[in-house]
């Protein structure tokens, strides 16, 4: 499997991929719900995906992200 981490770089950089075809799915542990977000509304800083939620910045592990989809098809799951 794929480290998610190398997965969101090649979505971000290869030129062959679309990336408005593809969704993230990742965890909340304070909500305790799974959550679905484009994954051009993602930012990226070392081992975070940065988020905006209620106009302030959030900076969320990778490893909370449970799978990525590509048109609703899941691609990737941990």
């Known amino acids: ?3 998610i981490g190398d997965l969101l770089n090649k979505l ?3 030129k062959n991929l679309k990336p408005k075809e593809y969704t993230i799915v990742y965890f909340d542990r ?3 719900k799974e959550f679905e977000i484009p994954f051009t509304s993602i ?3 070392g081992n975070f995906f940065i988020i905006n939620i ?3 910045e ?3 592990p990778l490893h909370r992200i ?3 989809r590509r048109n609703g098809k899941i691609i990737w799951e941990r």
């Open 1 to 3: 499997m794929i480290y």
């Open 12 to 14: 971000r950089w290869d």
């Open 30 to 32: 304070v909500l305790r």
């Open 43 to 45: 930012g990226r800083k």
């Open 54 to 56: 209620e106009k302030r």
């Open 58 to 60: 959030v900076m969320v």
């Open 66 to 68: 449970n799978k990525v």
